[in-house]
């Protein structure tokens, strides 16, 4: 078996698929690693790196998509799958809610591709879950950049000049990526409290040491994942936001509802309220943000309040990105490989195959 590993396109792609640690392994299951030649570029891998370990660096893929079994990428989706060969297995970040027509046109070929985002939350899914690593990362890096842009001291410090109160920090959204902002912040001395739908969140917040806020309602969201709240408890959402956001130095939104566009959940009028050199950084801006101000991919100063809209956080962590998520796919591609007869073998039994499998060649 041949594995491709495909040189990401997308500008503030920094991410890498595959990291030179693994290629042992693949090749234990009996596949020969080609890379597009500086496919780790970003990520601190070179060519060399991959040779080293093992791999074959190739400069024009076209020459060998014909002989290729497996291609793997992090978000790139831009093959030649007409020159490949029928049933090729393709593996990657495809935002299949978001990229209809780009997903059609790959349905279209005889291609076998698997969309990441589409896993499962059950536990033997947790080694293969793409978007938990890379959530946690970009809930760290989120705090980094907050701090870099921030006219202000986060801890508080006392001195014989006068004390320094600690910066005051909100979350939105306690998933992965909120849990990890709260531990980071708290880790650099800021005051910090969170707000999130589901009513399971709260001991998890308070477990790190903040402070958790809620919407005084009977309506609960339990579960994984945040849902649509009704109208009745988003007006009273909307106050609560409101009387929090105003007092606060740095205000990170995570909240994202799998499948739709990301909830507004941060007014014009709520921005306005905040004080000179406050900061909101937009986790969700590449799926449309909670910012009403929010530009994808711009940093933009509305009346001395910075809001950042990176599209892509974890790749603004590119090396330990890249790890965790190369050994994601590697364990995702495990399952799909007959280990005795050295193929693939597609197991639609599979609740992990089946759920994440957008077209069966």
């Known amino acids: 078996m041949k594995l491709l590993v495909l040189k990401e396109t997308n500008q503030s792609e920094n991410r890498a698929s595959l990291t030179p640690d693994l290629i042992s392994k693949y090749q234990k299951l009996g596949i020969e690693v ?5 496919a780790g570029e970003k990520s601190s891998i070179s060519d060399a790196d991959f040779e080293k370990a093992g791999a074959k660096i190739i400069a024009d893929i076209s020459q060998i998509l014909p002989e290729i079994d497996v291609i793997i990428s992090v978000a ?3 093959v030649d799958f007409s020159k490949t060969k029928a049933g ?11 990229q209809k027509e780009k997903i059609a046109e790959i349905v279209q070929k005889n ?5 990441l985002e589409l896993l499962p939350r059950i536990t033997r899914a947790q080694s293969m879950d793409v978007l938990s690593s890379q959530s946690n990362l970009a809930g760290y890096r989120a705090v980094i950049d ?4 921030m006219p202000k001291a986060t801890p508080m410090m006392m ?12 979350i939105i959204g306690a998933g992965v990526a909120g849990l990890q902002a709260i531990a980071t912040a708290k880790r650099l001395g800021a005051v910090v409290c969170a707000f999130d739908v589901r009513s399971i969140a709260k001991e998890q917040v308070q477990s790190l040491g903040a402070k958790f806020i809620e919407v005084k309602s009977e309506e609960k969201a339990d579960g994984v994942y945040a849902k649509e709240m009704s109208e009745e408890y988003k007006k009273l959402q909307e106050q609560l936001l409101k009387d929090t956001i105003k007092n606060q130095d740095v205000v990170i939104s995570t909240a994202l509802i799998p499948g739709k566009k990301a909830p507004i959940l941060i007014s014009e009028e709520m921005v306005k309220s905040m004080k000179p050199g406050a900061i909101i950084v937009d986790l969700a801006a590449v799926n449309g943000g ?14 001395g309040v910075k809001i950042i809209g990176h599209e892509n956080f974890p790749s603004r962590v590119a090396i330990d990105a890249s790890k965790l998520f190369a050994k994601n796919i ?11 007869g050295k193929k693939i073998a597609i197991n639609l039994e599979d609740e992990i195959i089946r759920d994440t499998l957008i077209h069966n060649s």
Do not use: Q
């Open 34 to 38: 080609f890379v597009e030649a500086k």
């Open 76 to 78: 790139r989706i831009d």
């Open 88 to 98: 090729v297995v393709f593996i990657a970040l495809l935002n299949p809610h978001f």
């Open 111 to 115: 291609v076998s591709a698997f969309a």
């Open 146 to 149: 907050a701090v870099y842009e």
């Open 159 to 170: 001195t014989a000049a006068g004390t320094i109160s600690a910066a005051k920090f909100m």
């Open 290 to 303: 909670n910012c009403a101000l929010t530009k994808a991919g711009k940093i933009v100063e509305i009346d």
């Open 330 to 340: 590697f364990n995702f591609l495990e399952l799909l490989i007959d280990k005795e």
